[in-house]
């Protein structure tokens, strides 16, 4: 075999070259030098004051290039997460893909009844066992955000129902900082306190900054509370190219890694070497509807360079797959999905959240979980490629069939069909006949048909008894402690 013969054939796909890289990278410590970012925090303009940058007036912080450098190389390049048993679950790094839920959809689909309601608490509990029983599904998030509980508690809550109906790692939001320290609270519980939580994370938080270029007082805050507890978080903008960012991609990903990247520096002062995963977002606002885009091929591409540029700068990095603009289970939402998840996992970024999403991050579909799940093991068997190799390509086995032959029979078939041939779990492959006589379902149907299946069969790990009564003390305190807050990402 020639010298450097790689057997193994996977697809490959980068958007930026190098010269690009530095093209944007060079841009976005331009703008931080020269235009700044807004810090509401005071302690976090203290910290960057401290550490060399200038600060002007309103809170606008003007951070020096090797600060952002320094940053870039004390943030680790993988993160571990376990499950809620311990068990290490996935490695963020490298081209590393694992795909998983969002949170926070206002509006469900009811497995019942097929009616588009208001999401209740009831949603989160059952997106969470659905998402534990579909092994192509990495993390749970709260998917829905429940309007039956009072909205302090919303948060805490929905963390409690995944922890009760599902052991994978959970991505999760907070309020404020009251509220992301109860939960810490919970998780350290579970697992037996928050030395063996710092040491087998399974609780990734989300938060973001303001768009454009404004770090605010409660995403700080939690931001500095999760470096200071080893906590593994997103801190990753969203934006709107044309409304929020600029309308120029090129314009929005510069805008968008400076947020980052700043919020990378802050977060490293703050605790270096804590986990953090960073990149960013850009959707679009559509200029007919004034909607925000959530499907359309320029967040794809926008997502694509952020990959680039953070596999470059060698730091794990999030994503958003599986999300569509229609509002029900049909075929925009299976393109968009589709081509969603094939980009992320081509460009491999390592924690894709968000898989099921409808109406631009409004609404969730239990079936739209399980759909989602059967694209990804689709993709997952499309980027595990193929082996080149004398024994795969088995000219002894073509040379015994000969021309006229059949393989169906032969030893090779049965040795390696189940690895070479992916099968699905619900797509239909049934003959017209097949089909019809089965009732003629399509994929959303069979897929919210398994959905109601693993409601009733699933069973997750369940919490020892002493660990369900402490977290019901937990929320209990909350009861008295937390006030009414508006989400601050």
Sequence with gaps: MPTGFKSQCVPTYHLLSTEQITKIHDATLELLESVGVRVMLPEAVNMLADSGCRVKEDNLVKIPNWLVEEAILSAPSRIILYNRLGQEAMRLEDRCVHFGMGTDLIQTYDLDTGELRESQLTDVANAARIADALEDIDFVGSYALPHDVPTNLMYLDSFKAELENAIKPIFFTAAGLDDIALIHDMAAEVVGGPEILRDKPFQIHYAEPLTPLTHTTGALEK???????????????????????????????????????????????????????????????????????????????????CADLYHHYGLPMWGTAGVSDANCLDQQAGMEWS??????????????????????????????????????????????????????IGLDVIRQVGPGGEFLSSDQTMKFFRQEHWTPYRCNRDSLADWTRKGKKDWGRMATE??????????????????????KEIRSKAVATLTHKDFEA
């Design 223 to 305: 931001l500095f509370f999760c470096a200071d507890n080893g906590i593994p978080v997103t801190y990753t903008p969203g934006m709107m190219s044309g409304a929020s960012a600029p309308v120029t991609l090129a314009g929005a990903i510069t805008v968008g890694n400076a947020e980052a990247l700043s919020g990378l520096v802050m977060h490293q002062l703050r605790a270096r070497g804590a986990p953090i995963i960073s990149g960013f977002g850009t959707s679009t606002i559509d200029m007919r509807t004034s909607t925000c885009v959530y499907g359309c091929p320029e967040y794809r591409l926008a997502l694509s360079a």
């Design 450 to 471: 398994k959905a109601r299946e693993i409601l009733k069969t699933h069973q997750p790990a369940a919490l020892h008894p002493d660990v369900r009564k402490a977290l």
């Design 339 to 392: 081509i969603s998840i094939m980009v992320d996992a081509l460009h491999g970024a390592n924690l894709v959240h968000d898989i099921g999403y409808l109406g631009q991050g409004r609404i969730g579909h239990p079936g739209g979980l399980v759909m989602c799940a059967e694209i990804i093991s689709y993709v997952k068997r499309l980027m595990r490629g193929f082996e080149l190799d004398d024994t795969h």
